[in-house]
């Protein structure tokens, strides 16, 4: 059910997805093809990764550098016999970016690559708490007094915290898209090189999403790339009322063959 619940755009995508996806940590995509664990791997790799490989590969560099990589590389490599290092090349040359860590990752490596939010944290300023020094003497200032002051306020501050992780082994770099209760929103860009990274905002958080616009289609789990600050039920309902309108009719069903 994995690549079902992907987001997915096309029927075939979710076909790829799914294929990738059952072995995908069993071979690296540059292999010889009688070297591969299982022989069904072969078409897989050869076909199914492939295609998901190079969507992510435009997804990166856009629509119309990738038909301008693909065009240049037949040009340039029609009726001869290129090799993985000569595209790879014509996509460097070809877009004006070093994309060595783009193959580096997912043609030369069976790594899985998978982000996500994990937490969104809200704490509320209550002011002061502690031992200040005010005026050369020292004043201690109750926990319990600053929440209540902070009660009473009417202009009640939060820092928010957004942890976003790196849960598989692959690299690549991300966007994250972060919203907030008052309508407004910040991008972030991440290198994704550390297992984690958090972005703290003075304000309080409403969601935050992860690679918004799904430019990592070898992502393993889509349904982690974002998350909430306040629990919301509604997609749980919508999936809770169509299993039981299906689990009804096919008791029905039974019933009358029966």
């Known amino acids: 059910m994995g690549a079902y619940l992907s987001c997915v755009q096309s029927a075939d995508y979710i076909d790829e997805r799914h294929d990738y996806l059952s072995d995908a940590k069993d071979d690296e995509l540059v292999r010889k093809g009688w070297q591969y664990l299982k022989g069904a791997r072969y078409r ?7 295609a998901v490989t190079l969507r992510a590969l435009e997804n990166y560099l856009g629509p119309e550098t990738m038909a301008r990589v693909l065009r240049a ?26 994309m060595d860590w783009f193959f580096q ?4 490596s069976s790594n899985i690559v998978d982000y996500a939010v994990t937490d969104i944290i809200k ?58 209760e008052d309508g407004g929103s910040a991008r972030e860009q991440w290198d994704g ?12 958080v409403a969601s935050a999403e992860v690679d918004p616009q799904g430019k990592l289609a070898l992502d393993a789990n889509f349904t982690n790339n974002s998350r909430t600050a306040k629990q919301d039920n509604r997609a ?5 009322v169509r299993w039981i309108f299906w689990i009804e ?10």
């Open 236 to 240: 749980a309902a919508k999936w809770y």
């Open 123 to 180: 704490t509320p300023l209550e002011g002061k708490v502690g031992i200040y020094d005010e005026g050369g003497r020292k004043v201690m200032y109750q926990e319990e007094a600053a929440r209540k002051a902070f009660e009473k306020s009417t202009d009640k501050r939060y820092r928010s915290t957004v942890v976003v992780r790196r849960l598989g082994e692959a690299v690549a770099p991300v966007d994250i898209v972060v919203r907030f």
């Open 249 to 258: 009719n096919l008791f029905l069903a039974a019933s009358f063959f029966s």
């Open 193 to 204: 090189q550390y297992r984690w990274t958090k972005f703290v905002y003075e304000k309080p």
């Open 105 to 108: 990752q997912f043609f030369f």
């Open 44 to 50: 897989v790799t050869s076909y199914d990764r492939v």
């Open 73 to 98: 590389y037949h040009q340039r490599w029609r009726y001869r016999h290129p090799t993985l290092k000569d595209f790879i090349e014509t996509v460097n040359a070809v877009s004006g970016r070093n």
